[in-house]
């Protein structure tokens, strides 16, 4: 199985800050890494696939890009809607495995 | 519209069944990859079981066995038959259909919660 080591697990972070959440696989998955944003009682919802493709009506402020086995999900300037808990997952094989997720704090 | 809704959870005692649906409108289940993911109280998710278009199925080792995923062309539904089931499959279930046998999951149905207690 594709091991995912995601980080950090939590965050506290200020409207406009940019943040960073990593992603690393126990081994090569090309760019079949995928991004989803939860909140409290809802279902997540996919924000960035393939690696560094933007879902279809997500804001431009969210980025994702790839190097080797490293993967990253960037929010430019957080703004209020963005804390949350952010996943990532790879598609590559199965088990389809998931990132432990990181949640996304107001400072 | 595409969207995906789930039903079937309940409370179910240890070693029970249950069987959770997934009526889809607005796209064929059987042209698509659908998968089930699920999320314990407070934990992350976990992917449990994914059908393919041309019907292979592959499960979450945790569910190998126990769990199987099924649908129903004729209804647009998408299935997931739990038997054996323990305390530890206590979560909400959702469904999400997957972009392709290397896809990412879009999109995703609200969920419907299954506790196993006695």
């Known amino acids: 199985d594709i091991q995912m080591t995601q980080s950090p697990s939590s965050l506290s972070a200020s409207v406009g800050d940019r943040v960073t959440i990593t992603c690393r696989t126990s081994?090569?998955?090309?760019?079949?890494l995928n991004w989803y944003q939860q909140k409290p009682g809802k279902a997540p919802k996919l924000l960035i696939y393939?690696?560094?493709s933007l879902q279809s009506g997500v804001p431009s402020r969210f980025s994702g890009s790839a190097s080797g086995t490293y993967f990253t999900l960037t929010i430019s300037s957080l703004q209020p809607e963005d804390f949350a808990t952010y996943y990532c997952?790879?598609?590559?094989?199965?088990?389809?495995?998931f990132g432990q997720g990181t949640k996304l704090e107001i400072k | 519209e595409v969207q995906l809704v789930e039903t079937g959870g309940d409370l179910i005692q240890p070693g029970g069944s249950l069987r959770l649906s997934c009526a889809a409108s607005?796209?064929?289940?059987?042209?698509?990859?659908m998968s089930w993911v699920r999320q314990a109280p407070g934990k992350g998710l976990e992917w449990v079981s994914v059908i393919y278009s041309g019907g292979s199925t592959y499960y979450a080792e945790s569910v190998k066995g126990r769990f199987t995923i099924s649908r129903d062309n004729s209804k647009n539904t998408l299935y997931l038959q739990m038997n054996g089931l323990r305390a530890e499959d206590t979560a909400v279930y959702y469904c999400a259909r997957a972009a392709g046998s290397s896809g990412w999951f879009d999109p995703w149905g609200q969920g419907t919660l299954v506790t196993v207690s006695s």
């Open positions: 607005g796209f064929t289940v059987s042209s698509n990859y």
């Open positions: 393939a690696a560094s």
């Open positions: 997952q790879q598609s590559y094989s199965t088990p389809y495995t």
């Open positions: 081994q090569s998955i090309s760019t079949y």
